[in-house]
């Protein structure tokens, strides 16, 4: 058996070509996120199948329950990462996503009653340090309309992806990819009614990327995230999650020549400094002594 980690680095590294696939893909983010979902829970489905997942003792009513309503979370996540990636680009939108580690603190602190250290809260701050110099925000930066909505859409999907974790933290017995297949199944449907089909009909090649779309960055890489991270340490988790964005990056380069700005690439570097100390729980006060 492989080590986990190889398999869980390459769904980060598939998870990475979803911003190709939604802009070779050429549907508006409702349709996209239809089709992928619609793509995504047929091969989800038939390995839950193949696996023996569809029985009555691993979905009780209440894991039932919580899984749609993570699903509907999660609906609305895609939809407005989508729009985002529409409006700001790969970079700047997967760069500010990954703020949602300190959303998930600062939820799990006002609605769960959560307690959150003080070292928790200096790296929160450290974290949103990098979302201001993520988003391109400085004294002399001027931002169009435009743009800005598109990062209130990436902030909203965070807040969104946020609730899904504390959501189904809640989840018990019920295998995670039966999960996974919940929020796809969910997202179809609420999204069925809006879909846009274009005047001249979805081409040969769109149609390639939106099954791709529903194959690899979906299906596969839940499939191996979930896989892995049972027997993995949480340290080696919170690194290689950052696999994901900087490949994205990466991606966007190569593939669009969209140049990330250094203000960008520093605030992602503290975003990662603050995620791995939140993860790894690194002392940021010294002096105080810990609980």
């Known amino acids: 058996m492989s080590h986990p980690s190889i398999p869980f680095t390459a769904a980060m590294l598939m998870l990475a070509t979803l911003g190709v696939f939604i802009h070779e893909a050429g549907l508006d983010p409702v349709t996209t996120v239809f089709f992928r979902c619609a793509f995504g829970a047929a ?3 038939l390995f839950c199948a193949y696996k023996g997942m569809l029985t009555r003792r691993n979905v009780s009513a209440k894991n039932l329950g919580l899984a749609l309503f993570s699903g509907v979370l999660m609906c609305v996540n895609w939809v407005t990462f989508f729009e985002a990636i529409h409006r700001v680009g790969i970079s700047a939108a997967t760069i500010v996503f990954h703020v949602q580690p300190f959303l998930v603190l600062i939820l799990g602190s006002l609605l769960l009653k959560e307690r959150v250290s003080a070292d928790n809260y200096g790296w929160v ?140 690439v520093a605030g992602f570097a503290l975003i990662v400094a603050a995620s791995l100390g939140v993860n790894l729980r690194w002392r940021f006060f010294p002096s105080l002594k810990r609980a």
């Open 43 to 45: 091969i989800l489905l």
């Open 125 to 264: 701050g450290v974290g949103f340090a990098g979302l201001v110099l993520a988003c391109g925000l400085g004294p002399d930066t001027s931002l169009s309309t435009g743009y800005l909505i598109g990062i209130a859409f990436t902030l909203t999907g965070a807040v969104a992806y946020a609730g899904v974790t504390l959501t189904t933290r809640s989840i018990r017995g019920m295998p995670p990819t039966l999960t996974a297949l919940t929020h796809c199944v969910t997202a179809a449907v609420l999204t069925a009614g809006f879909v846009t089909i274009p005047a001249g009909g979805i081409a040969a090649g769109q149609w390639a990327w939106l099954a791709g779309l529903g194959l690899i960055p979906t299906a596969l890489a839940y499939v191996l995230i979930y896989g892995a991270t049972p027997r993995m340490e949480t340290a080696a988790i919170a690194v290689l999650t950052f696999v994901y964005p900087a490949s994205a990056v990466v991606l966007d380069v190569l593939v669009y020549d969209h140049i990330v700005g250094a203000t960008q």
